[in-house]
């Protein structure tokens, strides 16, 4: 691609100008979002709490349920405070390298927020498949080292993509980002030069953790769904699958979310682009919102350790 027309040479600082054809009602828009953040940081420092002070509840569910409250306590930290300055308090510039980090941050959570979901789906296989060896094969140690595995696979998928945006782009058409928050094809596009590689990157990262997670965990429930409605009790099948409808309810929403957004970011031409970052927003916002208000209200355990909390 030619470079005729350059206008900006590794710019310092980039504008995220918030929602595109709604920064007349952004101050307005931003409310939700805050209060969908204050539930997610609060519902999850409960559950962290909770978990980490019974220790009844210091089982492999609980412990990834455990991990799944950190990711989202960062991954909404890294992107609200930033879009409730550009909604209130009109502070739109962002530093180039502190844009790089935000979006380290937004997309290495996001995968290991998939990486933990799989993780919980095949443990509730293995809990309701082979309800004898769960407690052997899922031991302390095991679940240690699948929460290193999912952290190191979620680095080392997204740092070449800031690599190759740090490394390969000096020449950048605007400094003017589209956007609430820095994210990957957003960054790209500034960029004056080819940019297919970053692209094609982005597409391959994106199948790796969705294709192969999603993959697993679809084919996880189904075997839970044959094996618990192969049991001979009603009341056996209802417990079985009361013990799993919360993790499904988590599932569909991140994964519906997360396909619309992907779809529509570099397919929906013709999507006008506050309904693209509007959900796009909604996809990282809504996970750690729901996640502790779904996992308190459908699980037992928890719910009751709440209501013991809140009473003393």
């Not at 709604?22 to 969908?36: D, R």
């Not at 991990?67 to 180039?96: A, C, N, Q, R």
């Not at 080819?194 to 990262?205: D, M």
């Not at 094996?227 to 993790?247: G, S």
Request: hydrophobic share 55%; with cysteine; charged share 10%.
């Amino acid at each position: 691609m030619s470079v005729s027309n350059i206008t900006v040479f590794m710019p310092s600082v980039l504008t995220l100008i918030g929602i595109p054809g709604l920064e007349t009602v952004q101050c307005w828009i931003g409310i939700p979002f805050c209060v969908m953040y204050l539930i997610a940081i609060i519902g999850n420092f409960l559950l962290l709490i909770i978990i980490r002070s019974e220790r009844s509840l210091h089982g492999p569910m609980y412990i990834f349920l455990g991990m799944l409250g950190v990711t989202d306590i960062v991954l909404g930290t890294s992107i609200v405070p930033k879009m409730l300055g550009i909604f209130w308090f009109h502070v739109p510039e962002i530093y180039f390298d502190s844009c790089l980090l935000q979006m380290g941050l937004i997309h290495t959570f996001q995968g290991i927020e998939s990486g933990i979901l799989l993780a919980m789906a095949v443990d509730r296989y293995v809990a309701i498949c082979y309800p004898l060896r769960h407690s052997a094969i899922f031991t302390h140690r095991l679940v240690t080292q699948i929460g290193a595995l999912v952290t190191l696979r979620a680095a080392l998928l997204v740092a070449p993509s800031l690599v190759l945006i740090k490394c390969r782009f000096q020449f950048y058409h605007t400094t003017i980002i589209s956007h609430c928050y820095c994210e990957h094809m957003a960054i790209v596009k500034l960029a004056a030069e080819n940019v297919r590689a970053n692209k094609i990157y982005g597409l391959f990262v994106a199948f790796i953790v969705a294709g192969f997670d999603l993959t697993f965990i679809t084919l996880s429930y189904a075997q839970i769904f044959f094996t618990v409605f192969r049991l001979p009790q009603k009341e056996a099948r209802l417990k079985a699958f009361n013990t799993c409808i919360a993790h499904i309810c988590v599932f569909l929403q991140l994964y519906l979310l997360a396909f619309f957004s992907f779809f529509t970011h570099r397919f929906g031409a013709h999507v006008p682009p506050y309904i693209h970052i509007l959900f796009s927003s909604l996809y990282l916002l809504v996970p750690p919102f729901l996640n502790p208000l779904v996992y308190g209200a459908k699980t037992k355990q928890i719910r009751i350790h709440v209501v013991k909390m809140l009473y003393s």
